[in-house]
């Protein structure tokens, strides 16, 4: 025996390099297909569960500032807060500073600011006054992230969009009575007496 005997492979018949390329083209495509689909039809149920997750927090925060601010009132008199100090003043009635901030307001580095203002025609009035005081916004999501910031709802800030599915876009407020309610839009005479 002295020739060497090689053994071949039986050449499979249809099978080239091409198409192993292009099987693996055909897999590539097939999987980024399927992942756009499921984008498609996730990514806006995540976005709307974060933005409700968002207006919650806000919620949250606006009613602890509500209890705060029903604290203040018994205990001064059923007296609201000076504008000029609402955010002083209601830190020592189990309203943090963290309960100043909303999730969607913009980001500050200092922590010495409030999402939220006050609404002026309310300040230092007793509750008596109010013909509504349910319906009398006193503190409100606010484009001015200013501590101690207020004004008449001028800067009421409509901050929480949900899709077009959602159930809600607008912005937060506490009213005289210490409720929260979320609102797509306010009149600094809401509440008042004529």
Request: glycine share 8%; with cysteine; charged share 20%.
């Amino acid at each position: 025996m002295s020739e060497a005997t090689t053994h071949r492979l039986p050449a499979r018949r249809g099978a080239t390099p091409k198409d192993a390329v292009t099987g693996l083209f055909l897999l590539m495509l097939i999987t980024a297909g399927l992942i756009a689909v499921y984008a498609y039809v996730g990514l806006p149920k995540r976005i709307s569960r974060v933005a409700r997750g968002a207006a919650t927090r806000c919620s949250s925060n606006m009613r602890a500032m509500g209890l705060g601010m029903g604290i203040y009132v018994d205990d001064w008199d059923r007296t609201l807060p000076l504008a000029e100090n609402w955010c002083d003043a209601l830190a020592g009635y189990q309203v943090a500073p963290l309960h100043h901030d909303c999730p969607l307001g913009p980001a500050t580095a200092d922590g010495a600011s409030s999402d939220y203002s006050f609404n002026t025609r309310n300040a230092a009035r007793p509750l008596a006054d109010f013909r509504f005081a349910y319906q009398a916004p006193v503190i409100f999501e606010s484009t001015n992230s200013e501590w101690n910031s207020y004004d008449e709802l001028t800067s009421f800030s409509l901050r929480h969009k949900l899709s077009a599915a959602g159930t809600f876009a607008g912005g937060q407020a506490v009213y005289a009575d210490g409720h929260a309610e979320a609102k797509s839009q306010m009149n600094a005479t809401d509440g008042q007496r004529p």
